[in-house]
């Protein structure tokens, strides 16, 4: 089964790093990647650029709207994702608490729904 491990930050975390520490952690995690990566079980991952980059689009009683920013209520914002297949629930989670983002943030474990099996549903 696949799951997507969500990676949030808080820049407060972050900033609060020794020296040198940041890199450290990513190039631990850039490796730790390449390692899952190699094993099948790393299907995709990518870093996100800085949460006041982003642009959020909202469409209420037909009128659209694109504001600056995210528009979450918390002081950890996305920060990336890793695409996984893991064999278990367990699995996933054995592999996020791997991840040293854990520390400066949180990482999300969501399980990824066929959408073939949704395209199969609604007829699509």
């Known amino acids: 089964m696949q799951y997507l491990l969500l990676v ?13 520490e940041f890199d ?18 790393l299907l995709g991952s990518e870093q ?3 949460a006041s980059t982003a642009k959020t689009v909202r469409t209420r009683g ?3 709207q694109v504001f600056d920013g995210p528009f979450a209520e918390t002081k950890e914002m996305l920060a ?4 996984i297949e893991a064999d278990s629930e ?10 040293p983002w854990a520390r400066t943030g949180s990482i999300e474990v969501r ?13 699509a």
């Open 8 to 20: 949030y930050t808080d820049d407060a975390l972050l900033d609060g790093l020794g020296e040198g």
């Open 24 to 41: 450290t952690m990513m190039r631990g995690c850039l490796e730790h990647a390449d390692a899952l990566r190699a094993q099948g079980t």
């Open 48 to 50: 996100l650029e800085h």
């Open 62 to 64: 037909g009128r659209t």
């Open 80 to 83: 990336g994702f890793n695409l």
């Open 90 to 99: 367990e699995d996933a989670l054995r592999i996020a608490r791997e991840l």
């Open 111 to 123: 399980p990824v729904r066929d959408i073939a099996q949704v395209r199969a549903r609604v007829g």
